[in-house]
């Protein structure tokens, strides 16, 4: 029922196959057309596969004289065979009678424009046929022409390849015409045709949009490596918003950029999405980033996507592994807190024990930017987290009108950077209480630019544990208007104690501090708690 003879010079020398089929020997003890005929019509086939056969246009009437015969072979491949415009020509009026033939494949055989338009008035009066592959043929716009007129009026074709034709934006413009008006086709591939911008914009808006005269049937689309930037993928992604069937888009090799792969990914109803190949669409880690977080958006239908030989970084990399687990914390946990934070159903935000890293901060940042609910608190802590999500969700969370009073923030490794972010956002914040900081690599510059929002009109404690504080954070006088200072585990010696003692008599607010696991002595902290009025506390 299936028979395989690619690569084998059936018609123009002496076959080599080694096939031990009874229909593969008869071909390597006879050398004429007529007999390759008979053989091919008694042996009932169902698929037949011609490809690098060397068949030429001479060889396009044994081609012709099956067609006409065979009432069995389904799928025909004859690609790679210099078939040619006269070949086309020979074969033309059988493929239009033809009854049985769902699948053609003459790719690569140079039957340039008049071939493609002697084919395409033949396919006119074939009802069966699903699958026309005519791609690397030389058609350009004007063949395409054709094949766009034939295709307008077909009601079989499910779906038509026609990459590496050098359509142009022309004739991404005819296939834009086609899809208003052909509802059978499902799959379209015109890679390699350098349709651009202009081209992609067309299928997009005049093919795509959801309105009374659109191809509702597309399910794949194919449009590598034709030059298209970020104009045409934000045309297309703002379609796929409207368009739910498409499933399948590939943008291999163009330069859609980071902004828009990250649209195209959060369009809804795509499950496979490809922008690799080449470092063509210069994604980078910025588009990594972007990507990463459009996939774990619960928009984004994605199953699978390619982004290979895209130059992006060990952090790049990371975000975009981080997918299926951004992904599952979106069904488990982080989906149903984000829906009821956003509906105001809760004011306390707790993180703490999760798996979260940046994408998970940076949702939760969209959430307090596009709603502005209420938040009494934040609790966060996140290993696989960095600046990049912390600091978006500080200068978002902290400013006026801010209503948070406790911000709990563990293990992001902020470090001073992160500290003097916090420091800007308290400038303009006159809600919050407490503000803990452990185990984020902050040091005494960091501590400096958050003492120099002190006094603060409602911050009374400040911890920042297991970080990397010396004495020179015990001169910051400052720190004296808190209520409450934590800084166990750190570097802190008698010498800073010293130092802190010097401004603790005059305008001393402190009531608890605690500075254990410090090398201080006993006599340094007995001096602190000396200092201090007789109900405070001092631990060390």
Partial sequence: RRLDLSHNPLLLGNSSSSSSSSSTRSLQQRNDGSDLAE???????????????????????????????????????????????????????????????????????????????????????????????????????????????????DKTIEGFYVGTNNLGWEGAAMLASVLKVNYRLRDLRLPDNRIQDDGAILIATEGLTENDTRNTALERLDLGWNEIGEDGAMALAETLRENGKLSYLDLTGNQVGCQGAAALAEAAGLKFFAAGTDSKNHLGNDGAFSLALALGKPTCGIKTMSWNDNPIAEEGMKALTRVPQLRNNQKLWLGDTLKALAKGNISSVNFMNRVTGDEELLLLCDVLSENNPLVRSLWLSGRTASARGILPLIDRALPSPSNVERIYLKDFSIGDAGAAALAAGLKHNSTLRRLQLDRNRI?????????????????????????????????LENLKSLRELHLNWNRITNSGVWDFCKFLEDGCELVYVSLRDNAISRV????????????????F
Avoid at 98 to 112: F, Q
Avoid at 443 to 472: F, K, W, Y
Wanted: charged share 20%.
């Fill in 39 to 153: 053989v091919l019509v008694t042996s009932r086939l169902v698929v037949l596969n011609l490809e690098y056969c060397k068949l030429g246009s001479k060889s396009a009437a044994i081609i012709a004289s099956l067609l006409r015969r065979n009432d069995t072979v389904r799928e025909l491949y004859l690609g790679h065979n210099d078939i040619g415009t006269k070949g086309i020509g020979t074969m033309a009026a059988d493929l239009a009678s033809n009854t049985t033939l769902e699948v053609l494949d003459v790719s690569h055989n140079k039957i340039k424009a008049k071939g493609a338009s002697i084919l395409a008035k033949a396919l006119q009066f074939n009802n069966n046929l699903r699958i026309l592959d005519v791609t690397c043929n030389r058609i350009g716009a004007m063949g395409m022409q054709a094949f766009a007129r034939m295709l307008s009026m």
């Fill in 524 to 539: 340094g902290g007995d001096t602190i708690k000396a200092l201090l009025p007789d109900n405070a506390v001092v631990e």
């Fill in 443 to 475: 040091g005494d510059v960091g501590m400096e630019h958050l003492a120099d929002t002190l006094p603060h009109p409602s911050l009374v404690s400040l911890a920042a544990c297991q970080n990397d504080i010396s004495d020179r954070t015990m001169t």
